[in-house]
């Protein structure tokens, strides 16, 4: 494992990736960063934090005759991950919600972005970035986020933390290199957001639709039961689930 450690960076994910497109780095290089002046979210949304005080970084994985299709295996093993990891923190109420937020009493404290590398027209790897939400105590402009400080009054050291993410990495994407993938299936959906219960979506055409989630497909669309008592599978772009 080597951890390159900065102090201010645009991004953990530009600055891995350009890395990567001169070498690939190797398995578990991390870059982790006090401050991102261009934290990146999903769906080019930013990624705010107060400087200091969380986990801002991204991870390369290699992936050797990887077949594209199961890529959502990647970010279920990511999710996975941290919430094992913050499980051991005693984090209260983890849930994953759909694709790969990481929810603590229903309020986020951990955002992915996975990022594939393509070389020679070939899927080398992954850059993976997560932020943690780890000692801020005050999210005034983010009202669904909160910390694991926050929901356990603890100030927790960001090294142990980082470490203990690390850790369940290798042992997720252990079982994903050795294909289990109804394994890593069924315990993701286990810890799924909402599931089995009623939810409300938010459909791209701005429609709002009623449902209940009954789980994933294994490239990763979501499977909800709905009023027209019939399976819908929506995809990232389709639907957001709202509450
Ligand atoms: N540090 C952070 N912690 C949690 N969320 C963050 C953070 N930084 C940026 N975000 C993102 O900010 C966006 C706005 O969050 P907010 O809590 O206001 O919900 P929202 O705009 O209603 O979004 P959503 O559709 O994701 O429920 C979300 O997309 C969230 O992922
Ligand atoms: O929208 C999301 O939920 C994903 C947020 C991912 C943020 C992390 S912070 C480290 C890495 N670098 C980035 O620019 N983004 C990811």
């Not at 994910?13 to 690939?24: D, F, H, P, R, V």
Request: glycine share 6%; proline share 2%; hydrophobic share 40%.
């Amino acid at each position: 494992m080597y951890i390159i450690k900065l102090d201010a960076i645009d991004s953990t994910n530009t600055y891995l990736k350009g890395m990567a497109s001169i070498n690939l780095p190797k398995d578990y290089t991390v870059v982790v960063a006090e401050q991102q002046t261009k934290g990146r979210g999903q769906m080019g949304t930013q990624w705010q934090t107060e400087v200091g005080k969380n986990l801002t970084a991204s991870v390369f994985k290699h992936f050797y005759n990887f077949k594209v299709e199961n890529q959502f295996y990647i970010s279920m093993v990511v999710s996975l991950a941290v919430c094992k990891a913050l499980e051991g923190f005693r984090i209260p109420k983890l849930r994953i919600k759909w694709p790969n937020d990481i929810l603590s009493a229903e309020k986020k404290i951990c955002g992915v972005l996975i990022e594939n590398v393509i070389k020679n027209n070939k899927f080398q790897g992954s850059i993976i970035g997560f932020g943690l939400n780890v000692n801020q105590k005050f999210f005034d402009a983010l009202p669904k986020a909160s910390s694991m400080s926050l929901l356990t009054g603890i100030v927790f050291d960001k090294d142990e933390v980082l470490s203990k993410i690390l850790k369940q990495l290798q042992v997720y994407f252990k079982l994903l290199e050795n294909q289990k993938f109804d394994v890593l299936k069924t315990e993701y959906e286990a810890s799924l957001f909402r599931r089995d219960k009623p939810s409300t979506f938010k459909m791209s055409n701005n429609e709002i639709l009623l449902g209940i989630i009954q789980g994933v497909t294994e490239t990763g669309k979501l499977k909800v039961w709905t009023e027209d008592e019939i399976i819908k599978i929506f995809d990232l772009k389709e639907a957001t689930l709202l509450y």
